[in-house]
């Protein structure tokens, strides 16, 4: 006799097309469907494929909710692109709890330590890392400050001066450790080898390239603190935690007050989580990524004998190479890698979510150096949207490169366009590069950045720009007077640079860990570019910040409360700065620079005393900037934004 039940049973475990199902209990030996649901992303991705062509609709992947801990990153191709002119989403089947997506490993078993009282330890797995994760936040490595007086630098490294010091030339561990220096828009990490004749030997060429350039390790413009890091001895408050390489044992001090073991304790195991990435002959495209919190990654190259010889906002001396001349090395910086990682790619969106505990953010269009497939820049319509950004270990969004490529592309399609960052929450940034930044574009075409909150960061909120001017058409003098034109040419022609949109952003709190800063930090020529309806609160570091080679830009409608000038522009006789337009703006008591001879134009500028005493149209900046008003419930802080 026939049987509808069992006809529909057999129905649900058959997929619809174009709907696919994964499970954290689900069965990669299954169909795919809603009640037959995969286990893993990679065999989920492999049904998709086959399904991708003659598509007549968009293609669906839901993942459940839970923590999907990888072994691998997933790697998107052109294989997986939508077809005729529809795409492939992959999105959390509860938009409400979203979907995990994990590049670590979780700690247990935690017992009481006899290294000393308070601390806990653990056996963890047989890789190395630099990342530990507690209650999805970042935990601080071991490490104890260092006065600069105390030691000076050599050579081969720093000498101890002072007694105080002296612990650290027979601390066990030695090899292990590295110096961390916060300067004043630098922070720089110099591994140890060891020490000899009261001097802690440094590795080298890290050593040898971080004392040379500006704002260096042993000449900052401001010192932040230097800290010796990494050696179990140094382990000795809370929330630090120290592994040792030998016998893979963790050892963690909790909060005062919690069990380890009732925490969630991850160390991260993998560098990338997603890698979306064709070739220029094959892009990949038209894939949305909606609802997935991104988490727990590191990124180990720092540990190597280049360590980290920063020069600003991700970009840093990569080169096992030792130079003589700074300015030799700057055609050659590399970028921090992100976690998520975008190139040869078109039409990608990551809507709603987050980026929370891990090292790098999102890497839109970087420099070949910041992939792991090999192929960087030639990002071009990717939307990063809706998004909670926060507990990054450097940038949280990087867009374009910084080599020459990335400014004047040898191949058209490498070119980065239109990359838009639209109505997320950045805060709580930064906590291994603290000189990074929530929001960094570089060389790249129509940028858009519109509607963000960008709250509590310890250097600038948003940086746009890069090369100070020395890559623009006719390059700049002060960088023909610097020689380094000896090592790159002069173009004569623009840089990729144009068109950028920064509009109705909130940036509230900047500069928490660093100075030389802005609310919005630009760097060189930029035409058609309009940084608009801001509204930049801080009491630390300037408002708008135009530095080295700004120009072109079109500064408008913004109001601003800051304790320094509000505008600051650093045009000297050889800088190209200069050809902005400043109008409508509006500031507190703190003044702007002075000068003006530079070809800016600077109209209607007003002054308020109170939120009482702004004009509609300036209450009404105040009001809109940020994620909109029915966002605002997913804020994790509370802010003052006028008495509205």
């Given at each position: 006799m026939f049987s509808t039940t069992l006809l529909l049973q057999a129905l649900l475990l058959v997929p619809v097309w174009g709907h696919y199902y994964v499970a954290v209990n689900g069965n990669d030996s299954g169909s795919g469907s809603a009640t037959a649901p995969f286990r893993t992303f990679e065999r989920a991705q492999a049904a998709a494929r086959r399904s991708t062509k003659g598509m007549n609709s968009d293609l669906y992947v839901y993942v459940g909710p839970g923590t999907y801990y990888l072994n691998e990153p997933l790697k998107f191709t052109s294989k997986d692109s939508g077809q005729n002119g529809h795409r492939v989403i992959w999105q959390a089947q509860d938009m409400t709890k979203g979907a995990n997506i994990s590049g670590g490993v979780p700690i247990t078993n935690w017992k009481a330590s006899s290294v000393r009282k308070g601390i806990y330890e653990a056996q963890a797995p047989a890789f190395t890392t630099r990342h530990f994760y507690a209650d999805q936040?970042?935990?601080?490595?071991?490490r104890a400050q260092v006065q600069r007086s105390w030691v000076k630098e050599t050579a081969t490294g720093l000498q101890v001066v002072n007694d105080s010091a002296k612990y650290i030339l027979t601390m066990s561990g030695l090899e292990h450790?590295?110096?961390?220096?916060?300067?004043?828009?630098?922070?720089r990490y110099n591994p140890v080898t060891g020490a000899s004749n009261n001097t802690i030997v440094m590795a080298q060429p890290a050593w040898n390239n971080n004392l040379i350039g500006y704002d260096t390790f042993n000449n900052p413009y401001v010192d932040h603190g230097l800290y010796v890091e990494n050696a179990l001895s140094l382990l000795t408050d809370p929330?630090?935690?120290?592994?040792?390489?030998?016998?893979?044992?963790m050892y963690y001090m909790p909060p005062s007050g919690l069990d380890p073991n009732d925490m969630y304790l991850v160390l991260a195991k993998l560098e990338t989580l997603l890698l979306v990435?064709?070739?220029?002959?094959?892009?990949?495209?038209?894939?949305?990524?909606r609802g997935f919190n991104y988490m727990h990654t590191t990124w180990n190259y720092m540990s190597t004998d280049v360590g980290y010889v920063d020069q600003q906002t991700g970009g840093y001396i990569g080169i096992n190479k030792t130079y003589t001349n700074f300015d030799s090395s700057r055609p050659f910086w590399w970028q921090v890698p992100g976690s998520i990682q975008v190139s040869a790619a078109r039409n990608i969106l990551f809507q709603n979510g987050s980026i929370v505990a891990l090292m790098g953010g999102f890497g839109i269009g970087n420099d070949p150096n910041a992939h792991s497939t090999g192929v960087g820049l030639g990002a071009s319509d990717v939307e990063i949207s809706g998004m909670l950004l926060h507990q990054t270990g450097a940038n949280a969004i990087t867009i374009g490169g910084i080599q020459a490529n990335a400014h004047h592309p040898s191949d058209p399609r490498m070119l980065n366009q239109n990359t838009r960052v639209l109505e997320n929450i950045f805060t709580?940034?930064?906590?291994t590069i603290d000189s990074a930044v929530p929001i960094f574009a570089s060389y790249a075409k129509d940028t858009y950045i519109v509607h963000?909150?960008?709250v509590n960061v310890p250097y600038s909120g948003i940086c746009y720009g890069y090369g100070w001017g020395s890559n623009d058409a006719g390059g700049s003098p002060e960088y023909q007077l610097r020689g380094l034109y000896n090592y790159q040419p002069v173009y004569n022609t623009p840089t990729t640079m144009q068109g950028g949109r920064i509009s109705a952003n909130l940036i509230y709190n900047v500069g928490t860990r660093h100075s030389d800063d802005g609310g919005i930090y630009t760097l060189s020529a930029s035409p058609n570019t309009t940084l608009d309806d801001n509204y930049i609160k801080s009491t630390q570091g300037f408002g708008y910040y135009l530095d080295e080679g700004s120009s072109f830009y079109y500064v408008n409608n913004s109001v601003l409360d800051t304790s320094s000038e509000w505008l600051h522009r650093n045009e000297q006789p050889t800088y190209t700065t200069g050809n902005n337009t400043i109008a409508n703006c509006a500031s507190n008591f703190a003044s702007s620079d002075s000068h003006n001879q530079y070809n800016d134009t600077i109209v209607n500028s007003a002054q308020w005393t109170s939120y009482q005493t702004m004009s509609p149209k300036q209450k009404s900046v105040v009001y809109l900037a940020g994620v909109p008003p029915d966002q605002r419930g997913r804020r994790p802080y509370s802010i003052d934004q006028g008495p509205f």
């Open positions: 936040a970042h935990a601080q490595r071991a450790a590295e110096f961390h220096a916060h300067n004043s828009f630098t922070s929330n630090e935690w120290y592994l040792d390489p030998a016998s893979h044992t990435g064709g070739t220029y002959d094959q892009p990949v495209h038209d894939l949305t990524f709580d940034l930064a906590y963000n909150d960008v």
